[in-house]
T-cell receptor, first 110, second 114 residues
Framework: QKEVEQNSGPLSVPEGAIASLNCTYSDRGSQSFFWYRQYSGKSPELIMSIYSNGDKEDGRFTAQLNKASQYVSLLIRDSQPSDSATYLCAVNDSSYKLIFGSGTRLLVRP | EAEVAQSPRYKITEKSQAVAFWCDPISGHATLYWYRQILGQGPELLVQFQDESVVDDSQLPKDRFSAERLKGVDSTLKIQPAELGDSAMYLC????????????FGPGTRLTVT
């Protein structure tokens, strides 16, 4: 069973801090990795995609990928209360099926 | 901005009734997905279409669920008969690539079966 694991949280950080969200995956053949943000009662919104080892930055968001360790992370700098949501890690497995983790709930305290 | 459209946004139905959901993908996206998301879990793929053809329906409960994309554009997912355990968010997503590409979700349909 191919798996994507995330800590369910909640991860609580003060406003202005860096939030660090982590994800591990089991399929070594995975090639594409995504982070989605999901507000309560809403659908997932794609915020980052990463395909190669290293860091990818987009505004306040940085995705980090380490295929050798089968580890993906998302850093959110200068966290805002509006960033409070559930963050879903998603991984395309070796058959290109998108597998989602159960999500990490982030709370940013004003 | 191009978006995936879904309707209805909310649906309440009694068990044993039939229910249908509609999805219109982003224009030009040949790949369309239907997912089910239970509260507290990540979305799980039900069926994937490439144009009008089913690519993957291995997780679709075929005794009660059916999906079609007759003209390779919009799609319908049907449940008949609905069961209490079908209560969930039904999400449609689309992608410009068959494999490995970014998927964009519609607003979803929240189904409650009573």
């Amino acid at each position: 069973q191919k798996e994507v694991e995330q800590n369910s949280g909640p991860l609580s950080v003060p406003e202005g801090a860096i939030a660090s969200l982590n994800c591990t995956y089991s399929d070594r053949g995975s090639q594409s990795f995504f982070w989605y943000r999901q507000y309560s009662g809403k659908s997932p919104e794609l915020i980052m995609s990463i395909y190669s080892n290293g860091d990818k930055e987009d505004g306040r968001f940085t995705a980090q990928l380490n295929k050798a360790s089968q580890y993906v992370s998302l850093l959110i700098r200068d966290s805002q209360p509006s960033d409070s949501a559930t963050y879903l890690c998603a991984v395309n497995d070796s058959s290109y099926k998108l597998i989602f983790g159960s999500g990490t709930r982030l709370l940013v305290r004003p | 901005e191009a978006e995936v459209a879904q309707s209805p946004r909310y649906k309440i139905t009694e068990k044993s009734q039939a229910v249908a959901f509609w999805c219109d993908p982003i224009s030009g996206h040949a790949t369309l997905y239907w997912y089910r998301q239970i509260l507290g879990q990540g979305p799980e793929l039900l069926v994937q279409f490439q144009d009008e053809s089913v690519v993957d329906d291995s997780q679709l409960p075929k005794d009660r669920f059916s999906a079609e994309r007759l003209k390779g554009v919009d799609s319908t997912l049907k449940i008949q008969p609905a069961e209490l355990g079908d209560s969930a968010m039904y999400l449609c997503a689309s992608s410009s690539r068959l494999a490995g590409g970014e998927q964009y979700f519609g607003p979803g349909t929240r189904l409650t079966v009573t």
